[in-house]
């Protein structure tokens, strides 16, 4: 695996060289562990003039869920008496001391992740650096993680396995008169259970009124016979996450109105699903599941985008939104999550997670499987 993290590293090289610009900075936790296959907390990544080093507060401990790293990566530990170590700016942050290593290199130019940076941590890289020309760095390191190898595909895979087990195993039990911040923490405790590194990103169970929201936190409401319930979880392994939605009726009969918002929400999320390929517009994509729920006249109550990047964080690049620009490529992970809520009714969310693939290799990889059949639990 060195072997990946040192061409990432040397990809990432050559944007900056091209940019002339002679060392970089990289500080964003996800794209630092891209790079040096961890990301120990509040370390920072040089790639120098003549070495690259991975700058950290304190020696990285032994968390195989924080990945460890690459052995081709020289660790730099900063001395543990630096003054302000791990509360600023100072010359315990790894991200200044790394500037002054550029220096110590003999780099005259320094290219670091702006969007990152906040205001005083930038100045504190002007202080301890005065001779050297900051330059921004922008989403280089962001632009490479959109195509995914086989290896960060397996992870997802393996994540997606996990949540399926999760969700299915809740499907299982009693659920009526449980509140949704009970199932939520369930459910993140069986992800666990089955290897995830934890949650993706918080888990949302939505009943009633509130299920089909997109981004709902959970409340203290009981579940009800004939509620929706809408669920959406994700699981993290090694790093990767990934995410799945979907939502179900309690008691036996759904009523008419579920079926048919039911049946129009699937149609919708199948169409973004069946448009994925490589070289397909992120705004056709967005356009082909919107179109379904538009054209029924649920226009004022679409979410902004249909779906979104997935990898080492759970919201990346591309957008699949109406104003997105950009096309397609083979192994992107993204996802397809199209919903409608009604205020004061409830909605439908169905949500996958999937890899572009081209038509000869089977089109776009499904890795979230549970049923989206309209089940009465």
């Given at each position: 695996m060195s072997e990946v993290y040192a061409t990432r590293r040397s990809r990432l090289r050559d944007h900056v060289t091209a940019a002339g610009t002679a060392a970089a900075l990289v500080t964003r936790p996800a794209n630092v562990r891209y790079l040096a296959a961890a990301a120990p907390q509040g370390s920072a990544l040089l790639l120098g003039r003549r070495e690259d080093l991975l700058v950290c507060a304190g020696p990285p401990e032994d968390r195989p869920y924080e990945g460890r790293p690459d052995d081709n990566l020289r660790v730099h530990v900063l001395p543990p008496n630096a003054t302000g170590a791990g509360t600023g700016p100072g010359p315990g942050d790894a991200a200044v001391a790394a500037a002054g290593l550029a220096v110590a290199q003999g780099a005259d130019s320094l290219a670091v992740e702006e969007h990152h940076l906040t205001?005083?941590?930038?100045?504190?890289?002007?202080?301890?650096?005065?001779?050297?020309?900051?330059?921004?760095?922008?989403?280089?390191?962001?632009?490479?993680?959109?195509?995914?190898?086989?290896?960060?595909?397996?992870?997802?895979?393996i994540g997606a396995e996990i949540a399926d087990q999760a969700l299915g195993e809740l499907l299982e039990s009693i659920?009526?008169?449980?509140?949704?911040?009970?199932?939520?923490?369930?459910?993140?405790?069986?992800?666990?259970?089955?290897?995830?590194?934890?949650?993706?990103?918080?888990?949302?169970?939505?009943?009633?009124?509130?299920?089909?929201?997109r981004g709902h936190r959970p409340t203290d409401r009981r579940v009800e016979e004939g509620d929706f319930l809408t669920v959406c979880l994700g699981a993290t392994y090694r790093g990767y996450r990934c995410e799945i939605g979907r939502t179900f009726v309690i008691g036996t009969s759904p009523a008419d109105w579920q079926i048919d918002l039911y049946d129009l929400?699937?149609?919708?999320?199948?169409?973004?699903?069946?448009?994925?390929?490589?070289?397909?517009?992120?705004?056709?994509?967005?356009?082909?599941?919107?179109?379904?729920?538009?054209?029924?006249?649920?226009?004022?109550?679409?979410?902004?985008?249909?779906?979104?990047?997935?990898?080492?964080?759970?919201?990346?690049?591309?957008?699949?939104?109406?104003?997105?620009?950009?096309?397609?490529?083979?192994?992107?992970?993204?996802?397809?999550?199209?919903?409608?809520?009604?205020?004061?009714?409830?909605?439908?969310?169905?949500?996958?997670?999937?890899?572009?693939?081209?038509?000869?290799?089977?089109?776009?990889?499904?890795?979230?499987?549970?049923?989206?059949?309209?089940?009465?639990?």
């Open positions: 205001v005083t941590r930038h100045r504190a890289l002007s202080t301890v650096a005065p001779g050297i020309r900051l330059g921004d760095l922008g989403g280089a390191v962001e632009q490479l993680r959109v195509v995914k190898d086989e290896e960060e595909i397996s992870c997802l895979r659920l009526v008169g449980r509140t949704e911040r009970h199932l939520a923490l369930e459910l993140e405790r069986r992800l666990v259970d089955h290897g995830a590194d934890g949650p993706a990103f918080p888990t949302s169970v939505a009943t009633g009124p509130n299920s089909g929201r929400v699937f149609a919708a999320q199948r169409a973004g699903r069946e448009s994925l390929a490589p070289g397909a517009a992120f705004g056709d994509v967005d356009r082909a599941a919107r179109q379904v729920l538009d054209s029924a006249g649920y226009a004022e109550a679409l979410p902004p985008l249909t779906g979104h990047g997935v990898g080492l964080e759970i919201d990346e690049d591309p957008q699949l939104a109406p104003a997105a620009m950009g096309k397609l490529d083979a192994c992107v992970p993204v996802t397809v999550e199209p919903g409608v809520h009604l205020p004061g009714r409830g909605g439908v969310r169905i949500d996958d997670t999937l890899v572009v693939r081209p038509e000869a290799d089977g089109g776009p990889e499904l890795l979230t499987i549970t049923t989206k059949e309209l089940l009465a639990l």
